[in-house]
């Protein structure tokens, strides 16, 4: 699949997270990894909505809160930085792509998610192994299409936790932790991709992201 079918895929991750924030009883919203709201943020429908990005891309940085994802964690805990509410129903993480700070943002979510709430994390599904470079300044045949490793910090969590988790198969991987609901099947089993190698995600990807379409995940009766 090429990178422009890719982008092209519905829906897109702002339509995921308000259908989720439906499912939630206060409609908390929080943004880590901003950049240009008009990609997501403003269109997220919320009754308090926030966003944190310290503006490292962007020389109009119009964040909420200017501090990298660790920075903000760490005020926040410690009460430095005060906000409205304590926890939130939905956490987008979108932040940089790199397995070893998504996973501290995952953590970090966690302890402010609500007991019903979602963490949801984009560029889960890389098509290819271009896209899931380290680095977005190498050259590759992917251009400036970079979803880094994030697969590998989902691809730890379900292995880890037996928390519900899947990706939504659309706009380049829309991964979802439900703090309310374990999997029914437990937690992945580590031997399917045990160094975390490309090519084997890319044999596995269904069953290691527990991939599902958005039609699967509206059913009113879905056990996934």
Same mark, same amino acid.
């Given at each position: $699949?090429?990178?422009?079918?890719?982008?092209?895929k519905k829906?897109a991750?702002?339509? /995921?997270? *308000?259908?989720?924030l439906?499912?939630?009883?206060?409609?908390?919203? $929080?943004?880590?990894? /901003?950049?240009?709201?008009?990609?997501?943020?403003? +269109?997220?429908?919320?009754?308090?909505?926030?966003?944190?990005?310290? #503006? !490292?891309?962007?020389?109009? %940085? &119009?964040?909420d809160v200017?501090?990298?994802s660790?920075e903000?964690f760490?005020?926040?805990?410690s009460g430095?930085?005060?906000?409205? +509410?304590?926890?939130? *129903?939905?956490?987008?993480?979108? #932040?940089? +792509?790199?397995?070893?700070?998504?996973?501290?943002?995952?953590?970090?979510?966690?302890?402010?998610?609500?007991?019903? #709430?979602?963490?949801?994390?984009h *560029?889960?599904?890389?098509?290819?192994? !271009?896209?899931a470079?380290?680095?977005i300044?190498?050259q590759?045949?992917?251009?400036?299409?970079?979803?880094?490793?994030?697969w590998?910090?989902f691809q730890?969590?379900? @292995?880890e936790?037996s928390?519900? =988790?899947?990706? /939504? %198969? =659309?706009?380049?991987? @829309?991964? /979802?932790?439900e %703090? +309310? &609901? %374990?999997?029914? #099947?437990?937690?992945?089993?580590?031997?399917?991709?045990?160094?975390?190698?490309?090519?084997t995600?890319?044999?596995?990807?269904?069953?290691?992201?527990n991939?599902?379409?958005?039609?699967?995940?509206?059913?009113p009766?879905? *056990? $996934?």
């Amino acid at each position: $699949m090429t990178s422009e079918q890719e982008a092209l895929k519905k829906p897109a991750r702002y339509t /995921v997270i *308000d259908w989720l924030l439906t499912q939630t009883h206060q409609r908390r919203y $929080m943004e880590i990894g /901003v950049r240009n709201p008009e990609d997501c943020f403003g +269109h997220i429908n919320a009754d308090y909505k926030v966003s944190v990005d310290p #503006g !490292y891309e962007s020389s109009d %940085n &119009r964040a909420d809160v200017k501090l990298t994802s660790d920075e903000f964690f760490e005020q926040f805990r410690s009460g430095r930085l005060t906000l409205p +509410h304590q926890q939130f *129903d939905v956490i987008f993480i979108d #932040g940089l +792509h790199l397995a070893d700070q998504v996973w501290k943002d995952i953590q970090n979510a966690l302890q402010i998610l609500a007991p019903v #709430g979602y963490i949801v994390l984009h *560029d889960c599904n890389p098509p290819t192994r !271009y896209h899931a470079r380290e680095s977005i300044e190498e050259q590759s045949p992917a251009r400036n299409f970079w979803n880094g490793t994030t697969w590998k910090a989902f691809q730890r969590f379900r @292995v880890e936790s037996s928390k519900n =988790s899947y990706v /939504v %198969n =659309s706009d380049w991987g @829309v991964g /979802v932790i439900e %703090n +309310h &609901r %374990n999997a029914a #099947g437990g937690c992945l089993n580590p031997a399917l991709n045990p160094f975390y190698e490309f090519a084997t995600f890319e044999r596995n990807r269904q069953q290691i992201l527990n991939l599902v379409d958005f039609e699967e995940l509206c059913r009113p009766s879905n *056990d $996934m």
